[in-house]
Structure formats: structure tokens, C-alpha cells
């Protein structure tokens, strides 16, 4: 199965939690990885798009509305897709969520979201850097998708 992630970055922590659920991915997956500024329009081969970036002012950053601007409705239709951000450990109700508002551009392109936004954590500050354990987490939230996504074998 492929599958693509692509991210955007402003101090390097959303590049470094791609690539971290990428090889969570890599057991199972072929995985690519790419900055969002490269990723329009998706290759139609991929099974699975993960899609972040980090939570700027309260939404999505500049380069990832650009993104999702080029979804239409239903251009998607039936592709496997996840969402994550990087965020200010605090209430989401405060901090906002980049992933969230991701996932409901995915889901209005058709897109079948495999599990819920996921959030990774920096520590509070203009540039981070990120939480400790929050990459280790990031490889087991890449693993656990992979295997959400990867069919069963079926008995005959």
C-alpha cells in the first residue's frame, strides 16, 4: 500500500513529527513524504494521505490553506486519510487545532478519515521545541494507521 504524508512546517517540529509517523508507516506502507508546497495536486496512486501541519492562530497555517484550497468537493472520494498538528499543549477549546479544520477539508473532498485528529505537542514557546516522547509517539500513531488501513487476509 502507499501512502503519503505531507506537512507544513514553520520551525521544523511538524517536518520532524511527519517523518517520525512516516516510519511508523515504513513497516507495512511505501511512504513518501513531502512539504505541502510540493504535494498539490496528490498522486492518485496514494491508499492513504496523512496530512499536518502546525496550529496557527487557532487554524491552519498559510501554505496548508493554499493545500486545501486546490480540494474540490468529492475529489477524493474513498481515499484513506488521518490528520495530525503541532500545538501548544493546552485546552484544544484555546489553542485551536490545525488537524481538526484539515479533516473536515478531507472529509468534504470525500476523503474516509481512518481515526480521529491527532495532536503532537511543543513546549510552549514562539518555536518549541517539541515535547519529549511526542516523536516515539508520532512512529506508534504512524504505526497504528498503517494497520488500520492495511487489509485483513482473508481465509478462503
Known amino acids: 500500500m502507499k501512502a503519503l504524508v505531507v506537512y507544513d512546517t514553520l520551525h521544523g517540529n511538524t517536518r520532524a513529527i511527519a517523518h517520525a509517523i512516516s516510519e511508523g508507516l515504513a513497516a507495512t506502507c511505501e511512504v513518501q513524504v513531502m512539504p505541502a508546497a510540493e504535494a498539490a495536486p496528490f498522486p492518485a496512486d496514494s491508499a492513504l494521505l496523512v ?15 493554499v493545500l486545501m484550497g486546490t480540494l474540490g468537493r468529492g475529489t477524493l472520494t474513498g481515499v484513506a486519510a488521518a490528520t495530525f498538528d503541532t500545538r501548544f499543549k493546552m485546552p484544544q477549546w484555546l489553542a485551536g487545532s490545525a488537524a481538526d479544520v484539515i479533516a473536515t477539508r478531507l472529509a468534504a473532498a470525500g476523503c474516509v478519515m481512518v481515526t480521529p485528529p491527532e495532536s503532537f505537542f511543543v513546549k510552549f514557546g514562539e518555536k518549541g521545541p517539541l515535547l519529549a516522547g511526542e516523536e516515539q509517539r508520532a512512529r506508534a500513531w504512524g504505526a497504528t494507521l498503517a494497520a488500520a488501513t492495511t487489509p485483513a487476509p482473508v481465509a478462503v
Not at 502546525?54 to 490553506?65: L, Q, V
Open 51 to 65: 496530512i499536518g501541519g502546525p496550529t496557527h492562530g487557532r487554524g491552519m497555517s498559510p501554505a496548508m490553506k
